[in-house]
C-alpha cells in the first residue's frame, strides 16, 4: 500500500486494510509488504475493496452460471472416485426468478436470443431491462475470425460435437445502454474501473442510498470484530464493531448492533476472518461446527494473452469488455479438466505490457520506449537497437503500433481444494486484528484447463493473423508448467473470490443452507459468492446478486418466528 505522496505503508498501520499490487508481487509472502499474509504454495492474486462492497470497481460483467454448474458431480462425477465438483443444494431453477430480479435491479444490458447456449432458459416472455452493449470493431473482427474453423483442428475441445465456428457474443453487462431508473446510457469510457465517470455502470452506491432513504442506518469508519453467541439458544446475539479515525487510523471508540437476523456479507476473505476471530465463546469460531470456514477458497484464475493485429482494431474506446465466447463454459470435458470463457478486451494492452508494477502499463511503457530508446513492451525493435524517436517519427510509430495492440483473457474454472483456505495470521491491522492468512494453490484438474486455453489461444491469433506478444515475467511468483506443453504459464487474479463459506445440505461439510442460513445458528446469514460450493466461469456477482434477494425471501419467512 502507498500513500497519496507515493510512500509506502505498513499494512500493520492500516485499519482496514486490503489487497494491493504488492499481494502479488515478489514480497508476495512478507506481511509487512501485503495486508494478506499468503503462506500457500502460489499466490492467491486477486485483490478488493473494503468500501461499498467494492463492487464500485468491478468492471460490470453480469453473464448467469449455466444449469450445469449446479450439478456437477451428477453430470460429470458419475463413477469417479474423489471427483472434486460437487452439486449445489439448489437447480439452476431454483435462482431462475432471482436471476430475473437481479439483473432489473442491477439494470443489465443484453439480449436473450444471443444468449441461447449451453442450455440457459429464462422465464416466458423474459427479456433483459436494455438491449446489448453493441460489439466492438475487436469484437467484429473475431467473430469474422472464428467464423469457419476444422473441426480436425478443434477435437482437442472435447465438446462432444464438432466445432466448425465458434460464436462472440455480447456480454450481459450491468451497463445502461440507455437512460435506466435515472442514470445516463454509457458514453464508451474505457476508465470505467475504477469507476465509470457518469454512473452508466451500475454501482452498490445506487442501492445503498436507497435503502439509506428508505430508513436503513450506515456506521462509517467501522469494522466488526466480534459475533457474540447466545449460548441458551445458540443464535447470534450482537456483533461487536470498532470504529476509527479516517485520517490517523486511530481506534476511536467500540459499539455493538443488536438484531433479530443477522447478515455478514464481507467477501469471501473478511467473512471468514471475522467468523475465525469470533473464538472466545467457540474456539472453532462462530459458524464453523464443520471446520469448512474459510477453505475452498476459489477465484477465476486467467490465462492472459495479448498480441499485435495486422491493421488497427482502434483500442480505449468502449467498455473495457463487451463481448466474449461462452460456448466452451460446459460439455463433456468437464470430467477431466477445467471449462474456461474467452473475454476480449477493448483496452488494448493496458496493465499487461511493461512488467506490470516495476515499468507501468500501455500506452505508457510504449510511448516512454520510444521517448527513451527502450523496449520493454517489444515493439521497439525496427532498429539494431531501440530507436529514440520525437516530433513526427514518434507520433507515427504510436499512431501505427497502439491500435493495432489487443488483449484476450481466459477465465479458468478452479476446482474447489480444502486446503486453499483462509485462516487467522499472526500478523495484526492497525485495529489490533488478525490479518487473514491465505494458502492457495491451482489443481491439475485446474492446469489442463490452462493446457487448453492455450492451444486455442494459438488457432486464434493464427485465424487473426496475430503477432503473439504473451510472456511470462521471470519473477511472477504464479508460474507454473504442464508436462506436454512447451509453455511456462502463469496465471492473474479475476477479482472472484469464492468459496469461503460453502452452502450445502450436510451440516458436516458446509457452512450453510440453500438459503445462505448458518447450519449452526438459526438466525445468521452468510451472504455472498463465499457460499458458491464451485465456480464455473462466469462472473460471480450477477449470480451473489440474485442468491441475495433469494435469500431475502427466506428472511422475510423466517423473522415472524425469532422473539426479539
Known amino acids: 500500500m502507498f500513500d497519496s505522496k507515493g510512500k509506502f505503508i505498513d499494512p500493520a498501520t492500516v485499519a482496514a486494510g486490503r489487497p494491493s499490487a504488492l499481494t502479488t508481487g515478489s514480497n508476495w509472502k512478507d506481511p509487512k509488504q501485503a495486508y494478506l499474509d499468503q503462506q ?30 449446479f450439478r456437477m458431480t451428477s453430470t460429470y462425477g458419475s463413477g469417479q472416485k474423489d471427483f472434486p465438483l460437487p452439486d449445489w443444494p439448489i437447480k439452476y431453477e431454483d435462482i431462475l426468478p432471482f436471476y430475473d ?64 465456428s465458434l460464436k462472440v457474443r455480447s456480454l450481459p453487462a450491468a451497463r445502461n445502454s440507455e ?96 467468523l475465525l476471530m469470533s473464538n472466545r465463546q467457540r474456539p472453532n469460531g462462530v459458524a464453523n461446527s464443520s471446520d469448512v470456514v474459510g477453505r475452498y477458497l476459489m477465484d477465476h484464475p486467467q490465462y492472459l494473452s495479448w498480441g499485435l493485429l495486422p491493421k488497427p482494431v482502434f483500442p480505449y474506446r468502449g467498455p473495457l469488455v463487451t463481448s466474449a465466447i461462452g460456448d466452451l463454459c460446459d460439455g463433456p470435458f468437464r ?31 510504449s510511448t516512454v520506449d520510444f521517448v527513451n530508446g527502450t523496449n520493454f513492451s517489444g515493439l521497439n525493435t525496427k532498429g539494431v537497437s531501440p530507436q529514440a524517436l520525437f516530433g513526427a517519427d514518434l507520433t507515427g510509430a504510436l499512431g501505427d503500433l497502439i491500435p493495432r495492440q489487443f488483449r484476450i483473457a481466459f477465465p479458468i ?77 502463469t496465471y492473474g487474479g479475476a477479482g472472484h473470490v469464492m468459496g469461503t463459506c460453502r452452502m450445502g445440505d450436510d451440516p458436516k461439510a458446509s457452512v450453510v443452507d440453500g438459503w445462505q442460513r448458518s447450519h449452526d445458528h438459526l438466525n445468521l446469514y452468510l451472504a455472498g459468492s463465499g457460499t458458491f460450493p464451485t465456480v464455473g466461469t462466469a462472473n460471480p456477482t450477477l449470480t451473489l446478486c440474485a442468491l441475495a434477494l433469494r435469500t431475502a425471501q427466506d428472511i422475510d419467512r423466517i423473522l415472524p418466528f425469532l422473539k426479539s
Request: some cysteine; charged content about 20%; hydrophobic content about 35%.
Open 335 to 365: 470430467s477431466r479438466r477445467a471449462a474456461f470463457r474467452i473475454s476480449l478486451g477493448n483496452e488494448g494492452w493496458n496493465s499487461l505490457v511493461g512488467g506490470g508494477a516495476k515499468f507501468g502499463s500501455d500506452p505508457n511503457v
Open 40 to 69: 500457500g504454495k502460489r499466490p492467491f492474486k486477486s485483490t478488493y475493496e473494503r468500501l461499498a462492497g467494492g463492487t464500485s470497481h468491478w468492471m460490470g460483467l453480469t453473464p448467469r452460471l449455466v444449469p450445469n454448474d
Open 413 to 489: 474454472e478452479q476446482s474447489p481444494d480444502r486446503d486453499n483456505r483462509v485462516t487467522l495470521s499472526k500478523a495484526l491491522d492497525g485495529l489490533g486484528l488478525q490479518r487473514p492468512q491465505i494458502a492457495y494453490d491451482i489443481s491439475d484438474y485446474t492446469k489442463q484447463g490452462f493446457a487448453t486455453a492455450f492451444r486455442l489461444k494459438k488457432i486464434i491469433f493464427s485465424k487473426l493473423g496475430a503477432t503473439d506478444f504473451t510472456h511470462t515475467h521471470d519473477d511472477d511468483p504464479a508460474r507454473f508448467e504442464i508436462d506436454g506443453t512447451p509453455e511456462i504459464f
Open 179 to 274: 437512460p435506466y431508473r435515472n442514470r445516463r446510457a454509457c458514453a464508451g469510457n474505457t476508465n470505467c474501473i475504477p469507476i465509470c465517470p457518469i454512473q452508466a455502470k451500475y454501482d452498490p452506491t445506487i442501492t445503498l442510498n436507497e435503502a439509506t432513504n428508505g430508513g436503513a442506518r450506515l456506521i462509517p469508519c467501522a469494522v466488526a470484530n466480534e459475533i457474540q453467541l447466545n449460548l441458551q439458544n445458540n443464535r447470534v446475539n450482537g456483533i461487536n464493531y470498532i470504529t476509527y479515525d479516517p485520517r490517523s487510523g486511530k481506534k476511536t471508540g467500540t459499539g455493538l448492533l443488536k438484531a433479530r437476523v443477522f447478515v455478514i456479507a464481507a467477501n469471501g476473505i473478511e467473512t471468514p476472518r471475522l
Open 101 to 164: 430480479k437481479a439483473e432489473a435491479e442491477l439494470g443489465v444490458a443484453a439480449d436473450v436470443d444471443e444468449q441461447n447456449f449451453a442450455d440457459l432458459s429464462y422465464s416466458p416472455n423474459y427479456s433483459y431491462p436494455m438491449p446489448r452493449i453493441p460489439p466492438s470493431l475487436f469484437d467484429q473482427l473475431v467473430g469474422q475470425a472464428l467464423s469457419d474453423l476444422s473441426d480436425v483442428d478443434t477435437t482437442f475441445l472435447e465438446t462432444g460435437k464438432s466445432v466448425t
